[in-house]
């Protein structure tokens, strides 16, 4: 038998290595076993995976249930004004946004936030065909979908496995771009671009963007914030 | 045995088991897992048959949990099983109610036989009397007399009503509600390993030794395993370098049927908190000791405990919060656990005590160890149970560092107690596959 050096406990024959410290199994008058029967089985199991394809019928045939219940009330009893289209696109959304990510469990979850962004989109332009609002929809639903859009799929995809900090200033960077693109669309729409308000906006986010880029590329400062402020 | 017909067909969730019914998800299941270590490898086909002769005798582990409207409940499974499966290496792997998994599960490793139990069913107490009787029905199989003593129930007779009970609604009378908020604790989380990984690490000490050592501090060995733990975690606390350090506090499950007389098998416990706050200065380890051991004495009393089971309880019965269907209850439930529940304490410490056997059994049994599954944060949990001259002690979590376990045993070195050590963990790998890891 061997014991740890650093811990003084007593080793498993098998033992390469201490588990409490990883220190290295050096005794030329008793090496490691490889005979010796392991203390715990070598095999792993894992639990089945969960099964979402119960709740995903549950909740296609809930969205298509009313989407087909309103259709049938508004074009049977109620003919006039097509009212159901708007619950149809909604429960088309409501249903892109459910019902893909428990079917397509490995996709990639940007693929996933366009489908989303596609589906808002389609409502829009729905909306927009039934009410004939094909200038409102053009000149400032579309645009600011478009650029909301490109804008959350960016901050998503650079997000990823980036820290607290630059997350947090992705966010505010995208959210000043936003704010300005959403002005540029409105004014446009209104007749002259004057930045403005979102000039404004637009420096509070990168005034608060500085210091967490300070902090992010300072590791002692970093530290001492991490320090200061756990929770 | 048959279902007798007096057995009802299905079951209230006491207490606790709404709570670890209400926090289950699809990587988190509260399981716990006893193991005895036989004195010869394990015969399979004897065990399944002690496992089909034994269960009908606990129909309360014979059970499937279902949702209802407002409540979740237990029903009967008049299916087969639980088969008996050969032991794994990452126990204590999660529950889906949806697939419809069983309870409660049965491996054998070598000399090992495991029985694995989701908290909702039974508490530590409850589980070991049938883990008890199906040892002492295996070792008949395998030919050896054994009397039905020493709290082994007779698979013969049929199972008795009051073995059922919920013990914490026969006791909720008191006129006081106590309820028992604590101030947050340090969370001593760590790095959360790839899901399906439990790492595993066991210590083997003397009973003797320890016994001797605990009372040399004048404490009982719960109270001297809880100080040491406690001090492990104050260590790693002022390691990690806080401005501000917080108590760093335990909780310790109590069995409350020596307080209140019950025969129940489903759980009846309530955890004490036993706290050392860094900020009020050092504390050696005797100090920590008294302090555990005061805060045992102070708080483990039948008035005061029995006000915590009645404020649980009225929660269960105030009528607007009974009307809420199930999913939403269970949700605000988890979400009041996430925020609130495991706020209080660093990390749980659990010790059922001695596991005693008729004479027969103790030479056919090597050691007794028990493991408890995977914590709601990634956080390392300990329990010990003893067995003849061998507490085996465990720290089981889903965290990567092993430094809360490696202090608590070079505590106990350091104390002049001979350690071993073995654990599941992957770098403690054998000899032979060496050469593969850094």
Not at chain 1, 71 to 82: A, D, E, Q, T
Not at chain 2, 368 to 379: C, F
């Given at each position: 038998?061997?014991?740890?050096?650093?811990?003084?406990?007593?080793?498993?024959?098998?033992?390469?290595?201490?588990?409490?410290?990883?220190?290295?199994?050096?005794?030329?008058?008793?090496?490691?076993?490889?005979?010796?029967?392991?203390?715990?089985?070598?095999?792993?199991?894992?639990?089945?995976?969960?099964?979402?394809?119960?709740?995903?019928i549950l909740l296609s045939a809930m969205t298509v249930c009313t989407g087909v219940c309103c259709g049938l009330l508004n074009f049977v009893l109620w003919r006039g004004v097509p009212w159901s289209l708007f619950v149809v696109g909604a429960c088309a959304v409501l249903w892109v946004w459910l019902v893909p990510p428990l079917l397509l469990r490995r996709a990639p979850s940007a693929v996933l936030l366009l489908l989303d962004l596609l589906a808002v989109g389609g409502l829009l332009v729905l909306i927009g065909t039934v009410l004939q609002g094909s200038v409102w929809l053009s000149g400032i639903a579309l645009p600011v979908w478009a650029g909301f859009s490109l804008i959350l799929l960016t901050i998503w995809m650079a997000a990823k496995n980036r820290s607290f900090l630059s997350r947090a200033m992705l966010i505010l960077g995208g959210l000043a771009l936003f704010l300005v693109w959403l002005e540029f669309i409105i004014d446009r729409f209104l007749g002259t671009y004057r930045p403005m308000w979102s000039?404004?906006?637009?420096?509070?986010?990168?005034?608060?963007?500085?210091?967490?880029?300070?902090?992010?590329?300072?590791?002692?400062?970093?530290?001492?914030?991490?320090?200061?402020?756990?929770? | 045995?048959?279902?007798?017909?007096?057995?009802?067909?299905?079951?209230?969730?006491?207490?606790?088991?709404?709570?670890?019914?209400?926090?289950?998800?699809?990587?988190?299941?509260?399981?716990?897992?006893?193991?005895?270590?036989?004195?010869?490898?394990?015969?399979?086909?004897?065990?399944?048959?002690?496992?089909?002769?034994?269960?009908?005798?606990?129909?309360?582990?014979?059970?499937?949990?279902?949702?209802?409207?407002?409540?979740?409940?237990?029903?009967?499974?008049?299916?087969?099983?639980?088969?008996?499966?050969?032991?794994?290496?990452?126990?204590?792997?999660?529950?889906?109610?949806?697939?419809?998994?069983?309870?409660?599960?049965?491996?054998?490793?070598?000399?090992?036989?495991?029985?694995?139990?989701?908290?909702?069913?039974?508490?530590?107490?409850?589980?070991?009397?049938?883990?008890?009787?199906?040892?002492?029905?295996?070792?008949?199989?395998?030919?050896?007399?054994?009397?039905?003593?020493?709290?082994?129930?007779?698979?013969?007779?049929?199972?008795?009503?009051?073995?059922?009970?919920?013990?914490?609604?026969?006791?909720?009378?008191?006129?006081?509600?106590?309820?028992?908020?604590?101030?947050?604790?340090?969370?001593?989380?760590?790095?959360?390993?790839?899901?399906?990984?439990?790492?595993?690490?066991?210590?083997?000490?003397?009973?003797?030794?320890?016994?001797?050592?605990?009372?040399?501090?004048?404490?009982?060995?719960?109270?001297?395993?809880?100080?040491?733990?406690?001090?492990?975690?104050?260590?790693?606390?002022?390691?990690?370098?806080?401005?501000?350090?917080?108590?760093?506090?335990?909780?310790?499950?109590?069995?409350?049927?020596?307080?209140?007389?019950?025969?129940?098998?489903?759980?009846?416990?309530?955890?004490?908190?036993?706290?050392?706050?860094?900020?009020?200065?050092?504390?050696?380890?005797?100090?920590?000791?008294?302090?555990?051991?005061?805060?045992?004495?102070?708080?483990?009393?039948?008035?005061?405990?029995?006000?915590?089971?009645?404020?649980?309880?009225?929660?269960?019965?105030?009528?607007?919060?009974?009307?809420?269907?199930?999913?939403?209850?269970?949700?605000?439930?988890?979400?009041?656990?996430?925020?609130?529940?495991?706020?209080?304490?660093?990390?749980?410490?659990?010790?059922?005590?001695?596991?005693?056997?008729?004479?027969?059994?103790?030479?056919?049994?090597?050691?007794?160890?028990?493991?408890?599954?995977?914590?709601?944060?990634?956080?390392?949990?300990?329990?010990?149970?003893?067995?003849?001259?061998?507490?085996?002690?465990?720290?089981?979590?889903?965290?990567?560092?092993?430094?809360?376990?490696?202090?608590?045993?070079?505590?106990?070195?350091?104390?002049?107690?001979?350690?071993?050590?073995?654990?599941?963990?992957?770098?403690?790998?054998?000899?032979?596959?060496?050469?593969?890891?850094?």
């Amino acid at each position: 038998m061997s014991y740890c050096v650093n811990c003084g406990v007593e080793l498993d024959r098998d033992a390469a290595a201490c588990p409490l410290c990883q220190t290295p199994v050096i005794n030329p008058v008793c090496p490691p076993d490889p005979q010796a029967i392991p203390n715990f089985p070598m095999e792993r199991q894992e639990v089945e995976p969960v099964d979402h394809r119960e709740l995903a019928i549950l909740l296609s045939a809930m969205t298509v249930c009313t989407g087909v219940c309103c259709g049938l009330l508004n074009f049977v009893l109620w003919r006039g004004v097509p009212w159901s289209l708007f619950v149809v696109g909604a429960c088309a959304v409501l249903w892109v946004w459910l019902v893909p990510p428990l079917l397509l469990r490995r996709a990639p979850s940007a693929v996933l936030l366009l489908l989303d962004l596609l589906a808002v989109g389609g409502l829009l332009v729905l909306i927009g065909t039934v009410l004939q609002g094909s200038v409102w929809l053009s000149g400032i639903a579309l645009p600011v979908w478009a650029g909301f859009s490109l804008i959350l799929l960016t901050i998503w995809m650079a997000a990823k496995n980036r820290s607290f900090l630059s997350r947090a200033m992705l966010i505010l960077g995208g959210l000043a771009l936003f704010l300005v693109w959403l002005e540029f669309i409105i004014d446009r729409f209104l007749g002259t671009y004057r930045p403005m308000w979102s000039l404004i906006a637009a420096a509070v986010a990168v005034t608060l963007m500085l210091p967490l880029a300070v902090v992010r590329t300072r590791p002692n400062l970093r530290r001492q914030v991490r320090r200061r402020f756990h929770f | 045995m048959e279902p007798c017909a007096s057995q009802p067909s299905w079951y209230h969730l006491d207490n606790a088991a709404m709570m670890y019914s209400a926090i289950q998800r699809g990587n988190y299941s509260a399981l716990y897992r006893f193991s005895a270590v036989m004195t010869d490898p394990v015969d399979p086909q004897c065990l399944q048959r002690a496992i089909d002769k034994t269960l009908p005798r606990f129909p309360g582990f014979q059970v499937k949990i279902r949702r209802g409207f407002f409540w979740y409940y237990f029903e009967r499974d008049d299916g087969p099983g639980p088969v008996l499966q050969r032991d794994i290496r990452n126990p204590c792997q999660p529950v889906r109610f949806q697939n419809h998994d069983k309870l409660i599960r049965f491996f054998y490793y070598e000399k090992r036989i495991s029985m694995e139990v989701f908290h909702a069913l039974a508490d530590g107490g409850g589980a070991l009397v049938l883990f008890k009787t199906l040892l002492a029905v295996y070792l008949r199989e395998m030919g050896h007399a054994v009397p039905n003593t020493h709290g082994i129930l007779d698979v013969t007779q049929p199972p008795q009503p009051e073995e059922w009970e919920d013990a914490y609604a026969r006791y909720a009378h008191s006129r006081v509600h106590l309820s028992m908020s604590e101030p947050k604790a340090y969370a001593c989380t760590g790095t959360p390993e790839p899901f399906y990984t439990l790492n595993v690490t066991m210590g083997f000490v003397s009973v003797r030794e320890l016994h001797a050592a605990a009372k040399g501090h004048g404490a009982s060995i719960t109270e001297y395993l809880a100080a040491i733990l406690l001090q492990s975690i104050l260590i790693r606390q002022r390691r990690e370098g806080h401005r501000r350090e917080l108590p760093v506090s335990l909780a310790a499950p109590i069995n409350l049927r020596p307080y209140f007389p019950s025969t129940t098998l489903r759980n009846f416990i309530l955890t004490v908190r036993p706290s050392i706050n860094p900020e009020l200065g050092d504390y050696t380890l005797d100090e920590i000791i008294a302090q555990v051991h005061h805060h045992m004495r102070l708080h483990i009393t039948r008035q005061e405990m029995q006000a915590v089971i009645t404020k649980n309880v009225s929660l269960q019965h105030i009528l607007p919060l009974q009307l809420v269907p199930s999913p939403v209850k269970n949700f605000a439930m988890d979400l009041g656990y996430r925020i609130a529940g495991s706020r209080p304490y660093s990390t749980t410490f659990t010790n059922p005590g001695i596991f005693q056997v008729p004479e027969e059994m103790e030479s056919l049994i090597h050691h007794m160890e028990v493991v408890l599954g995977q914590s709601y944060t990634p956080r390392v949990n300990c329990a010990a149970i003893s067995f003849g001259d061998i507490m085996e002690i465990t720290f089981a979590g889903t965290v990567r560092e092993s430094d809360v376990e490696r202090e608590f045993f070079r505590t106990l070195v350091r104390e002049g107690l001979h350690v071993k050590v073995t654990s599941n963990r992957k770098e403690c790998v054998p000899c032979h596959t060496a050469s593969t890891v850094e």
